[in-house]
């Protein structure tokens, strides 16, 4: 029991908030979560259970099995069970930034360090949260998130909100929540989301090679080059966006630049989208009104990647770069971010 109420804790704080209100939602939906969630098997014999529900947890279930025995990531009971939700996301997060800078707000609290969102389990909170930021002058968005980790503290279950994802994605999700249970670094998002992504990317191009199909494989290189093209694009309006702020003209020049970059942003993704044929998996980022919030964390899921994939190459296998990521992830943060610039080099 105290390993339970201490994980409802260490959910609060991952989510970010220091106010009791905030940890009494934090704990009531992650409660809620977890008593609505039931084992796989449970599932699969239950005569209610769809054909297609079942079909997709028995890839999941699969997919675990190759997480823990070719990827060596944690064989606990994580991604065990299934979760069946009443809503599209498990989760919306609130991202804010100053009007005139791309630096996100940022929470810190004791187990998660400081993290630059705040994480609520109903929509509404997560709106009336963000209309005071927005009250307070600052760029904000809401985005609702399908899936997190809560760090090994819970079993997190598989979830309705993901479940249907195609294979390679559902893949790719199992393996980045997983790798956050091998190595995490309190307050060191950029680090943190770097070492997942990678261990998420090496880890579909291998379960691919065994599972895939040449259909499969053709429709993720799909996915892959549209989410670079997106990346690319979003990159450029960040660093346009960087040195505007950075520049010595008015805060009126800066504001009218603003509007105008992200005028060209939306312009840009209009012409790559027709250049897809159509494909509209990013129009939920442009769902609400393009802020600073939207490009605040961009660099932070992608920047130390080439460092970790060649600290992978590098190792020849999971185990001995769990080791060495570990080894990294002892030192302090300047030394362990140019550690990692010296192997992204590589």
Request: hydrophobic share 40%.
């Amino acid at each position: 029991m105290k390993r339970l109420a201490f994980g409802i804790i260490a959910a609060g704080l991952l989510a970010g908030c220091s106010t009791v209100g905030y940890y009494s939602q934090a704990a009531k939906g992650q409660i809620s979560l977890l008593s609505e969630s039931r084992s796989i098997d449970d599932w699969m014999q239950d005569p209610g259970t769809s054909p297609k529900l079942r079909v997709r947890l028995e890839t999941a279930r699969q997919i675990r099995r190759f997480a823990v025995q070719q990827l060596g990531l944690p064989d606990n009971m994580s991604y065990k069970n299934y979760t069946a939700l009443k809503r599209p996301f498990v989760v919306w997060n609130v991202v804010a930034t100053p009007e005139l800078s791309l630096k996100p707000l940022q929470w810190c609290f004791p187990v998660a360090g400081c993290v630059n969102y705040r994480g609520y389990y109903g929509k509404e909170d997560a709106q009336a949260y963000a209309d005071e930021l927005r009250a307070a002058g600052n760029d904000v968005q809401v985005g609702g998130v399908t899936a997190y980790s809560t760090l090994g503290w819970f079993n997190d279950p598989l979830i309705s909100t993901f479940i249907n994802y195609p294979d390679a994605e559902l893949a790719r999700l199992i393996f980045h929540e997983l790798a956050h249970q091998v190595v995490y670094v309190p307050g060191d998002s950029q680090f943190n989301e770097s070492f997942a992504s990678a261990v998420e990317e090496a880890g579909v191009e291998r379960w691919l090679q065994q599972f895939g199909n040449p259909k499969m494989r053709e429709n993720f290189v799909r996915y892959t080059e549209r989410k670079q093209e997106f990346l690319a694009l979003l990159l450029k309006c960040r660093r346009a966006l960087e040195r505007n702020y950075k520049s010595s003209e008015s805060d009126a020049v800066k504001r009218a630049e603003k509007a105008r970059l992200f005028r060209q942003l939306q312009d840009d993704y209009a012409a790559l989208k027709s250049s897809w044929g159509g494909y509209a998996g990013y129009d939920r980022f442009f769902a609400e009104p393009l802020s600073n919030a939207h490009l605040a964390a961009i660099a932070t899921y992608n920047d130390f990647v080439p460092a970790f994939r060649a600290l992978l190459e590098r190792e020849h296998s999971f185990t001995g770069f769990y080791t060495a990521v570990r080894r990294i992830a002892d030192l302090e943060r300047e030394e362990r971010h140019r550690r990692l610039k010296q192997l992204s080099a590589t």
